[in-house]
C-alpha cells in the first residue's frame, strides 16, 4: 500500500477548508491556494516518480482488503493525468488572481476551486466505482457554484440548464451502479473486470454498459454535448479554463477506464455505439466551430471537436489508439487552458466576443497574437507541437483497425483542418486588418494572465519536441489500456 496516494486528495479538501475562514482576506487566500496547488503538483511528480519505477501503486482506505472497501489505484494514466490536473490548476489560479474580480474573491472562488480539484482528482484515482459517483458529484457541486458566481442573468440560465442535465446524468448513474452491484456483486473496478468476464458481456450487462455509456457521454460532451456551448460561454476565462481543460475530461477518462477495463468484451456493440457517436460528434462540433462569429462558441465548439476525437481512439481500442488517447488526452488539457485563457484576454480587451467587431490588434497585442496562432497550430496536430504525436497514433491506430476506422481516421483529419481554418479564422479576425475603435469596456491583460498563457504555451511547445522522452510515460498507461490484467493484478493481488 502507498499512503502516498491519498495526499493529492487531503491537500486541496483541507486547503478548502481552510480558505472558508479566510473569506475577506483576499491576499491570504491567494497565498493559501497558491501554495497548495504548488505542494499538490510536487505530490503528483512523486507518484509519477513511483508508478514509473514501482508499477501501478494502490492504497486501501481503513486496511479492507478489495474487493472489500474502497480502494485507490494510480497506474500511470490516473498519474500523469493528475499531475496535469495540477499543473493545469496553478495557471488557472495565476489567471484569476487580477481577472476573477474582487467579488468573487470574497464569495468563496478559492475555496470552491479547491473543492473542483477534490473531485477531478479523486475520479482519476478511485478504483471502486461507487467511489467515482461520489467524486463525479463533489466536482460537480463545486462546479455548479463556480458556473453561477457573479450571479448575471446568462450565468443563471445556464447554470439552470447545467443542473438539470447533471442531476439527469447523475440519477442514471446510480441506476446503473445499483444494476451493475445486483448483477455481479460487487464495485471494486478490477474485480468487476473479474465478474463481468466470468459472466460474459450479454444481456443485462449489455444494457448496464449503455446507460454507462449514456452517463459518461452526458458528462464528457459526446454527442449529447448541446449543454456545453452554453454553459462555458456564461463564466468568465479562469473558471472557463478550469472546465474546459478538465471537466470533459474527467468523463472520457470514466469512459476509457471503464470500456477497456470492464465492458471490453463486446466492441461489436459498446465500442461501435462510441465509434458512431465520436463520428457524429467530430462532425457536429466542426459546422459548430465554422458557424458561428462569437469567440466564446468558437473555442467552445473546438472542445467538442477534440471529445470526439479522443473517444474515436477509445472506439478503435488497439494499441495505438490507446497510446494516442493517453497522449492526446494530456496534450488537450493543457491547450484547452491555453485556448481560454487567450480568449478570456482577447474578449478583455476587445470589450465584446463578436469577431467582426474586432480587428487590428496585432500591434496593441502581439504577445497575444503569436501565442494565440501557436495555439491553433498545436490543436490542429501541426507538427513539432503537442498535438502532432498523439493525433498521429490516434488516426494509426484507426487505419489498422480498417473499416469503420478508416472513415473516423477520415473524419478525424478533416476536423484537424476544420479546427486550422476555424482558429486562423479567429487569428485573422481579431489580430489582423484596419484596427476597429476600442470600447470604453476594454482592459489590458494583467500581466499574471500573460504569465498562465505563457506557461500552458511553453509545455505545448515542450511536449512535441519532447514527445519521445514523454512517450516513454504515456506506453506505459497504454500498456496497462490493453492489458487490463495488470491493472487487476496489481489491485487484487493481496487477496
Same mark, same amino acid.
Given at each position: 500500500?502507498?499512503?502516498?496516494?491519498? +495526499?493529492?486528495?487531503?491537500?486541496?479538501?483541507? !486547503?478548502?477548508?481552510?480558505?472558508?475562514?479566510?473569506?475577506?482576506?483576499?491576499?491570504?487566500?491567494?497565498?493559501?491556494?497558491?501554495?497548495?496547488?504548488?505542494?499538490?503538483?510536487?505530490?503528483?511528480? /512523486?507518484?509519477?516518480?513511483?508508478?514509473?519505477?514501482?508499477?501501478?501503486?494502490?492504497? $486501501?482506505?481503513?486496511?479492507?482488503?478489495?474487493?472489500?472497501?474502497?480502494? /485507490?489505484?494510480?497506474?500511470?494514466?490516473?498519474?500523469?493525468? @493528475?499531475?496535469?490536473?495540477?499543473?493545469?490548476?496553478?495557471?488557472?489560479?495565476?489567471?484569476?488572481?487580477?481577472?476573477?474580480?474582487?467579488?468573487?474573491?470574497? $464569495?468563496?472562488?478559492?475555496?470552491?476551486?479547491?473543492?473542483?480539484?477534490? %473531485?477531478?482528482?479523486?475520479?482519476?484515482?478511485?478504483?471502486?466505482?461507487?467511489?467515482? #459517483?461520489?467524486?463525479?458529484?463533489?466536482?460537480?457541486?463545486?462546479?455548479?457554484?463556480?458556473?453561477?458566481?457573479?450571479?448575471?442573468?446568462?450565468?443563471?440560465?445556464? !447554470?439552470?440548464?447545467?443542473?438539470?442535465?447533471?442531476?439527469?446524468?447523475?440519477?442514471?448513474?446510480?441506476?446503473? @451502479?445499483?444494476?451493475?452491484?445486483?448483477?455481479?456483486?460487487?464495485?471494486?473496478?478490477?474485480?468487476?473486470?473479474?465478474?463481468?468476464?466470468?459472466?460474459?458481456?450479454?444481456?443485462?450487462?449489455?444494457?448496464?454498459?449503455?446507460?454507462?455509456?449514456?452517463?459518461?457521454?452526458?458528462?464528457?460532451?459526446?454527442?449529447?454535448?448541446?449543454?456545453?456551448?452554453?454553459?462555458?460561454?456564461?463564466?468568465?476565462?479562469?473558471?472557463?479554463?478550469?472546465?474546459?481543460?478538465?471537466?470533459?475530461?474527467?468523463?472520457?477518462?470514466?469512459?476509457?477506464?471503464?470500456?477497456?477495463?470492464?465492458?471490453?468484451?463486446?466492441?461489436?456493440?459498446?465500442?461501435?455505439?462510441?465509434?458512431?457517436?465520436?463520428?457524429?460528434?467530430?462532425?457536429?462540433?466542426?459546422?459548430?466551430?465554422?458557424?458561428?462569429?462569437?469567440?466564446?462558441? @468558437?473555442?467552445?465548439?473546438?472542445?467538442?471537436?477534440? +471529445?470526439?476525437?479522443?473517444?474515436?481512439?477509445?472506439?478503435?481500442?488497439?494499441?495505438?489508439?490507446?497510446?494516442?488517447?493517453?497522449?492526446?488526452?494530456?496534450?488537450?488539457?493543457? %491547450?484547452?487552458?491555453?485556448?481560454?485563457?487567450?480568449?478570456?484576454?482577447?474578449?478583455?480587451?476587445?470589450? !465584446?466576443?463578436?469577431?467582426?467587431?474586432?480587428?487590428?490588434?496585432?500591434?496593441?497585442?502581439?504577445?497575444?497574437?503569436?501565442? #494565440?496562432?501557436?495555439?491553433?497550430?498545436? &490543436?490542429? %496536430?501541426?507538427?513539432?507541437?503537442?498535438? /502532432?504525436?498523439?493525433?498521429?497514433?490516434?488516426?494509426?491506430?484507426?487505419?489498422?483497425?480498417?473499416?469503420?476506422?478508416?472513415?473516423?481516421?477520415?473524419? %478525424? &483529419?478533416?476536423?484537424?483542418?476544420?479546427?486550422?481554418?476555424?482558429?486562423?479564422?479567429?487569428?485573422?479576425?481579431?489580430?489582423?486588418?484596419?484596427?476597429?475603435?476600442?470600447?470604453?469596456?476594454? @482592459?489590458?491583460?494583467?500581466?499574471?494572465?500573460?504569465?498562465?498563457?505563457?506557461?500552458?504555451?511553453?509545455?505545448?511547445?515542450?511536449?512535441?519536441?519532447?514527445?519521445?522522452?514523454?512517450?516513454? /510515460?504515456?506506453?506505459?498507461?497504454?500498456?496497462?489500456?490493453?492489458?487490463?490484467?495488470?491493472?487487476?493484478?496489481?489491485?487484487?493481488?493481496?487477496?
Amino acid at each position: 500500500m502507498n499512503n502516498a496516494l491519498v +495526499v493529492p486528495l487531503i491537500v486541496p479538501l483541507v !486547503t478548502a477548508i481552510v480558505l472558508i475562514f479566510l473569506k475577506n482576506r483576499i491576499p491570504a487566500q491567494r497565498a493559501v491556494s497558491a501554495a497548495s496547488v504548488a505542494a499538490n503538483a510536487l505530490a503528483a511528480a /512523486f507518484i509519477v516518480y513511483q508508478v514509473n519505477d514501482r508499477g501501478i501503486q494502490t492504497l $486501501h482506505m481503513g486496511g479492507w482488503i478489495p474487493p472489500y472497501g474502497i480502494v /485507490f489505484v494510480a497506474d500511470m494514466l490516473a498519474a500523469l493525468l @493528475v499531475l496535469a490536473t495540477t499543473v493545469i490548476a496553478g495557471a488557472c489560479l495565476l489567471y484569476a488572481f487580477r481577472t476573477i474580480g474582487e467579488q468573487r474573491e470574497r $464569495h468563496y472562488f478559492y475555496p470552491l476551486f479547491q473543492f473542483q480539484l477534490t %473531485g477531478v482528482i479523486g475520479s482519476f484515482l478511485t478504483g471502486d466505482i461507487f467511489n467515482l #459517483f461520489v467524486c463525479f458529484e463533489v466536482m460537480l457541486i463545486s462546479s455548479y457554484a463556480l458556473l453561477v458566481l457573479g450571479g448575471t442573468k446568462r450565468q443563471l440560465r445556464e !447554470t439552470l440548464k447545467y443542473m438539470l442535465i447533471n442531476i439527469i446524468s447523475s440519477s442514471l448513474f446510480v441506476v446503473a @451502479v445499483a444494476y451493475l452491484y445486483g448483477a455481479v456483486g460487487t464495485l471494486n473496478m478490477a474485480h468487476l473486470a473479474v465478474r463481468v468476464a466470468e459472466a460474459g458481456q450479454g444481456g443485462v450487462l449489455s444494457v448496464i454498459a449503455l446507460l454507462f455509456m449514456i452517463v459518461f457521454a452526458l458528462k464528457a460532451g459526446l454527442l449529447l454535448f448541446f449543454w456545453l456551448p452554453g454553459s462555458y460561454s456564461a463564466p468568465p476565462a479562469a473558471i472557463a479554463a478550469l472546465f474546459g481543460a478538465l471537466l470533459t475530461k474527467v468523463g472520457l477518462y470514466a469512459l476509457l477506464r471503464t470500456f477497456t477495463l470492464i465492458f471490453y468484451h463486446d466492441p461489436g456493440m459498446t465500442h461501435a455505439w462510441i465509434a458512431w457517436m465520436a463520428g457524429a460528434t467530430m462532425v457536429l462540433g466542426a459546422i459548430g466551430a465554422v458557424a458561428y462569429t462569437d469567440l466564446r462558441k @468558437v473555442l467552445n465548439y473546438n472542445v467538442i471537436i477534440s +471529445v470526439g476525437f479522443i473517444a474515436f481512439g477509445i472506439a478503435v481500442s488497439n494499441e495505438n489508439a490507446l497510446d494516442g488517447v493517453v497522449f492526446y488526452l494530456l496534450h488537450d488539457m493543457i %491547450g484547452k487552458a491555453l485556448m481560454f485563457f487567450l480568449g478570456g484576454m482577447i474578449i478583455a480587451f476587445a470589450g !465584446t466576443a463578436q469577431l467582426k467587431d474586432m480587428g487590428g490588434f496585432i500591434k496593441r497585442y502581439p504577445a497575444v497574437g503569436w501565442m #494565440f496562432f501557436v495555439m491553433a497550430l498545436a &490543436l490542429a %496536430g501541426i507538427p513539432p507541437l503537442s498535438g /502532432f504525436t498523439g493525433k498521429l497514433l490516434i488516426v494509426r491506430g484507426g487505419l489498422e483497425e480498417g473499416g469503420g476506422g478508416y472513415a473516423l481516421a477520415a473524419i %478525424g &483529419l478533416a476536423t484537424s483542418l476544420i479546427v486550422l481554418y476555424s482558429l486562423i479564422k479567429a487569428f485573422m479576425s481579431v489580430f489582423w486588418g484596419e484596427e476597429k475603435i476600442v470600447s470604453a469596456d476594454t @482592459v489590458s491583460p494583467p500581466k499574471t494572465a500573460y504569465a498562465a498563457a505563457a506557461s500552458m504555451l511553453l509545455l505545448v511547445i515542450l511536449i512535441g519536441l519532447g514527445s519521445e522522452w514523454v512517450y516513454a /510515460f504515456v506506453a506505459q498507461a497504454g500498456d496497462v489500456l490493453a492489458q487490463p490484467g495488470l491493472y487487476i493484478d496489481a489491485v487484487l493481488k493481496e487477496q
